[in-house]
């Protein structure tokens, strides 16, 4: 099915002037095929955070889930992505995922900016070295966060892909450093979201927390989304998760097309981010970087 066929299909058809009134949007997500569901809460999210936001972007971190994430946009608001995308630079990525970005952000006609990472001994010194390199994208953010003004960041993280991301919310305020307080977040019930970050601050919206890694896949081949081919395997190794080439490291696999990753994905007890290096140093060290304001 086409793009804007497919964009369609996201909105409820309601007779005209019917008096009946239109069942909760629950109820609607439940009648319909998972992948439809979710992808209808997801173009939800995103005009939600459109229509109440003044200044948004979305987070690029060309990785599957924020692929995943552009395509959604461009559902959501016909065929183009009415915000700027942002990707906040280490230019430490592979050269595979700045192809991708380049030719991407050209076809998908995105209004792109680029903003880079300061330099390593800038971030907190006591941090393991590999969150400390990735601790570069928290600062990078918060510089673009005040050379644009941003007061909404459209973010692709999953509640499945980490403990700590578990614990998110839809709409979630950060404070006027970027940080992020666990322990004071708001309540969301029957797809009410708070859409008001205090003074100084932002929120972060996250359109597709209720996904899966299948179903990001699922749908990816479903709509055939483009990837990028470190994602399927080569040499009985493949990347599920992409970051820094000093800090990402490819898992044991041979699946080589979305149908075998699918497969692989009923059976396998391996981690999603297993060939993350941050993912293994000290237990704190990720809810340290959350809490600083990483994404």
Not at 89 to 116: C, G, I, N, S
Request: hydrophobic share 40%.
């Amino acid at each position: 099915m086409t793009l804007a066929a497919r964009e369609t299909a996201t909105l409820v058809s309601v007779p005209e002037r019917s008096l009946v009134p239109e069942p909760p949007l629950a109820d609607q997500l439940r009648a319909m095929d998972h992948l439809d569901a979710l992808e209808a809460q997801s173009v939800y999210i995103l005009r939600e955070a459109f229509a109440r936001l003044k200044k948004l972007a979305l987070l690029w971190s060309l990785g599957k889930d924020s692929n995943v994430m552009i395509w959604l946009a461009r559902k959501a608001f016909f065929g183009r992505v009415p915000f700027p995308v942002l990707h906040v630079d280490t230019q430490k990525k592979f050269p595979e995922m700045y192809a991708f970005r380049e030719h991407y952000a050209k076809e998908w006609e995105l209004d792109l900016r680029v903003d880079f990472c300061p330099p390593i001994d800038s971030v907190d010194p006591t941090l393991p070295p590999a969150a400390r390199s990735a601790a570069r994208k928290t600062e990078g953010l918060k510089l673009a966060l005040a050379k644009y003004g941003f007061d909404g960041l459209i973010a692709g993280i999953r509640r499945d892909e980490e403990a700590t991301r578990a614990k998110e919310r839809v709409f979630s305020p950060r404070g006027t450093e970027g940080g992020w307080d666990v322990r004071d977040q708001p309540p969301e019930f029957w797809d009410q979201f708070n859409a008001s970050p205090p003074p100084g601050a932002h929120l972060r919206i996250h359109p597709i927390l209720h996904w899966t890694e299948a179903d990001i896949w699922a749908y990816t081949k479903r709509e055939g989304i483009p990837i990028i081919p470190l994602y399927l395997a080569q040499n009985g190794k493949r990347y599920r998760s992409l970051g820094d080439q000093d800090i990402t490291f490819p898992v044991a696999s041979n699946a080589a097309s979305i149908d075998e990753i699918l497969l692989e994905l009923e059976t396998t007890k391996v981690p999603e981010r297993a060939g993350r290096a941050l993912d293994h140093e000290t237990e704190d060290a990720f809810e340290r970087l959350r809490v600083a304001g990483y994404l």
